[in-house]
């Protein structure tokens, strides 16, 4: 594990493996560690990797909202330190947004775009609600809240068969502070719509969708791809793709990073 500071504040990364960069971005609730499989698998191949966004895992928050700009400044940062010119950006959920504001910010620095389990629309109304309703639900109940947040990940029928995963994940998700957690809702709930990235066609664009996702409506997804040149992968399953497809997604990101 290595540490920058990004405007006095500690961002945690790793860095494994050479060749072309790849970054992988956790999402709400998750950290770096979400990655150790595909670090193991793909650093045979490539240099990996992974950020701990603000407020999660081994980084420390940032005042009380973490824009999704902010995210993607830190990123940058740990790639100017790293001196990498140019990287494959692959995030999952907020990940994803964040993947998205680096790709506004710095078009240049992105090689190809990963969108796993995740969108470029910003927040609907209803959305937003919820958002300030969790903000809520976690300063009475944080143990709660995390937990259910969690399994509500999963597609419903796995969450019986994967329950010694999920309990991992929650375990993680639970050493995420509460300052944390709320800067991240208030971040994603005023984040830009980034829709127009899809259309532009600047660099080779991939979106991996679970069917079955209880967070993002898969028939919803489609839409801001019809008409571009995205590629679209989906997958039987819900919202955690890097644990219900696992085998699955290793093989279509090795033909995309390829």
């Known amino acids: 594990m290595k540490t920058i500071l990004y405007k ?40 990996v990797i992974t950020i701990d966004l603000l407020g999660h895992g081994e980084s420390d928050s940032l005042g009380y909202v973490h824009e999704m700009e902010e995210n993607a400044n830190a990123v940058n940062e740990i790639l100017e330190h790293l001196k990498i010119e140019k990287a494959t950006v692959l995030g999952h959920s907020m990940g994803g947004y964040v993947a998205l504001a680096f790709a506004e910010l710095y078009p240049k620095k992105i090689q190809k775009l990963v969108l796993l389990n995740s969108t470029s629309k910003e927040d609907s109304a209803e959305k937003k609600l919820n958002r300030t309703r969790a903000i809520k639900a976690v300063k009475q109940n944080y143990v709660g ?4 947040a969690i399994a509500n990940l999963f597609s419903e029928n796995n969450r019986i068969r994967l329950a010694e995963k999920i309990e991992k994940v929650k375990e993680q998700a639970l ?10 809702l208030e971040g994603m709930k005023i984040r830009k719509d980034r829709e127009w990235l899809l259309q532009e066609n600047r660099f080779p664009v991939l979106l991996i969708l679970g069917k079955k996702d209880p967070v993002l409506n898969y028939e919803d997804s489609l839409y801001q791809i019809e008409d571009t040149t995205v ?23 090795a033909d995309f990073f390829n």
């Open 8 to 47: 006095n504040t500690k961002i945690s990364f790793t860095d494994s493996g050479k060749g072309n960069a790849i970054v992988l971005l956790h999402g709400f609730l998750e950290n770096k560690k979400m990655w150790k499989e595909y670090v193991d698998f793909f650093a045979e191949k490539y240099r």
């Open 145 to 148: 809240f995390v937990s259910l």
């Open 175 to 184: 050493k995420t502070p509460l300052q944390g957690i709320i800067a991240s």
């Open 231 to 253: 590629e679209l992968v989906s997958f039987e399953d819900g919202h955690m793709s890097h644990i219900e497809n696992k085998e699955e997604l290793k093989t279509v990101l």
